[in-house]
């Protein structure tokens, strides 16, 4: 190579990384330029509100559910001639919406490989599954239209449409009836109505309507299309590798030849149920990642059974690079399993260690170090999810890894007997900051009216009656305006200068919506909103 031809490149080159460096600063600043509208006008709003059987929608979920809707639409239709060929087409999307949906056992552990949180898989499960039976329906009722009609012109036959899935029920082949079936029973085994009585059974029905499904779809496409058939024996492939790969994993974490499996102990403590797990290898936790749980002694329908908990704390061992010894988890008794949790630690004794495995972590942990100032809000057992990252916030600080200057939990409770469950916990966090301040915690009692107080000499503890005002507790975090106590004094605090503001809630939904709601008419004062992974129960808390 000449050097004239060297040296072209290279200045070529340098020319061309200046002008991309240049180009992705200036679209970064846009960037940032436009962040705060399209939180506000976008990514905060409803679309729709928060009803029994539907919602809450934000803009953002509304915009990307009508693109894929919209996209199926045009993939089904485009170039398509005859009835024939789109109901080929509908049954071969249909397939592949499906596929994701058996990819694993756990969408727990799905989540974890795809980087998601649990509650958006939750909505991409959901919505796949709705649009398959959509398209399998549509494939169902244009495959038997299309011997009748041999394009799609517009007819005013075409209002057969509205009946012809019922026609189908009782004239098609058997194989595609079972398939359109199973479909429809997975469908609506997860509604909310039908699940409600009975989370546990309706959730072995589920999965056993998606073995049904698939054993169906398989027998349909079989020896007659080879893609629908090739899409089948992939999900089928991701699915054993995935299982087999999750149960070696929680073998690993649980078991060890010389301290065999995974022990722990539970308690019952007003109401709650608290369970400390000594793991068998040590891994690295973050706030916001929970486990899910199987507790054999339970009861035998507790072997079939394992649910999600928050991971509230943690401990590690005094080596010179610390190790995880210990997890700890904070229940909520609700109905079927955890009710009968309750039963059960309240007959065993505290000291009685007990069989379990557990799966884990899972969830996305969020960041928060990033933010000049945090208000956590929380309702009943929501402070499960606000401790974690309390426990981290305040030790990133006291290693000086975080930009957090001021942390304020607001907590919600029916009575003062509430908090007892939570109580040393909170202590915890209380004696890690005890000597830069940065936290201030208020509690609110909606049935006892104890007046302000203030716990302790340390005055970062105040203990309020009634209900708390969202609006008021936000403008005040927003406006530097308000105050605490530092050796018995009463002093102003400076809150302007901590930076941005983040607002992490986890509490009943009608306070849950009202708080995104104030976060979006304020979010040009640089406050943002987070959603906890996990959301207690509603407990009839008002709000005001």
């Not at 070529?12 to 940032?32: D, E, K, P, R, Y």
């Not at 469950?421 to 202590?427: P, R, V």
């Not at 106590?485 to 930076?499: H, P, R, S």
Request: with cysteine; glycine share 6%; hydrophobic share 45%.
């Amino acid at each position: 190579m000449d050097v004239t031809q060297i040296y072209a490149i290279v200045a070529g080159s340098l020319f061309a990384v200046l002008t991309t460096v240049n180009f992705c600063i200036h679209l970064w600043t846009l960037v940032q330029t436009y962040t705060v509208w399209v939180l506000r006008h976008i990514v905060y709003p409803f679309f729709l509100r928060r009803h029994r059987l539907v919602g809450p929608w934000s803009r953002r979920g509304f915009i990307l559910r009508n693109i894929y809707i919209l996209t199926n639409i045009f993939c089904s239709a485009y170039r398509t001639q005859t009835m024939m060929e789109a109901g080929k087409r509908t049954g071969i999307l249909s397939l592949i919406n499906l596929m994701p949906l058996f990819f694993g056992p756990h969408l727990d552990f799905l989540a974890k490989l795809m980087g998601v949180s649990l509650h958006n898989l939750h909505i991409i499960h959901g919505s796949a599954a709705i649009m398959s039976v959509l398209l399998s329906a549509a494939h169902a009722i244009l495959s038997v239209l299309g011997g009748q009609w041999n394009t799609l012109a517009w007819s005013p036959r075409l209002y057969a449409l509205l009946v012809s899935l019922v026609y189908h029920s009782f004239t098609s082949d058997t194989e595609n009836n079972q398939s359109v079936s199973s479909l429809a029973l997975l469908f609506f085994s997860f509604a909310q109505c039908i699940r409600r009585p009975s989370y546990e059974l309706f959730l072995r029905a589920h999965q056993a309507c998606a073995m049904l499904c698939a054993y169906s779809m398989w027998r349909h496409v079989t020896n007659k299309l080879v893609f629908p058939g090739l899409c089948i024996y992939i999900s089928s492939g991701i699915f054993v590798v995935i299982t087999a790969f999750e149960l070696l994993w929680i073998t690993y974490r649980n078991f060890t030849f010389h301290r065999g499996f995974s022990r722990a102990k539970i308690a019952a403590v007003r109401g709650a149920i608290r369970i400390k797990i000594q793991v068998r290898r040590p891994w690295n936790i973050r706030a916001g990642q929970y486990v899910n749980l199987w507790l054999p002694g339970v009861g035998y329908r507790a072997l079939l059974e394992s649910h999600p908990f928050m991971i509230v704390s943690w401990a590690v061992d005094d080596s010179w690079k610390p190790k995880l010894t210990t997890i700890e988890l904070l229940v909520e008794p609700r109905d079927g399993f955890t009710h009968r949790l309750l039963r059960y630690a309240s007959r065993s004794s505290e000291e009685t260690k007990h069989l379990v495995l557990y799966s884990g972590p899972h969830g996305a942990p969020t960041s928060m170090k990033e933010y000049g100032s945090v208000l956590m809000i929380a309702t009943g057992f929501g402070i499960a999810a606000i401790l974690p990252h309390l426990k981290e916030l305040v030790d990133g600080y006291e290693r000086c890894e975080v930009a957090t200057r001021r942390i304020h939990v607001v907590w919600q409770l029916k009575g003062e007997d509430d908090e007892l469950a939570a109580k040393d916990l909170i202590d915890e966090a209380l004696k890690m900051d005890s000597f830069k301040w940065i936290l201030q915690i208020s509690i609110f009692y909606e049935r006892k009216m104890v007046g302000s107080q203030i716990e302790g000499n340390h005055g970062r503890i105040f203990h309020l009656d009634g209900v708390l005002d969202p609006r008021e507790i936000l403008m005040r975090e927003i406006h530097g305006d308000y105050e605490r106590y530092f050796n018995g004094e009463l002093i102003a605090w400076t809150g302007k200068e901590t930076g941005a503001i983040l607002v992490a809630v986890s509490t009943q939904a009608d306070l849950r919506d009202d708080i995104r709601t104030l976060v979006q008419e304020n979010v040009n004062h640089n406050v943002r909103f987070l959603e906890l992974e996990y959301q207690p129960a509603d407990l009839g808390f008002r709000s005001s």
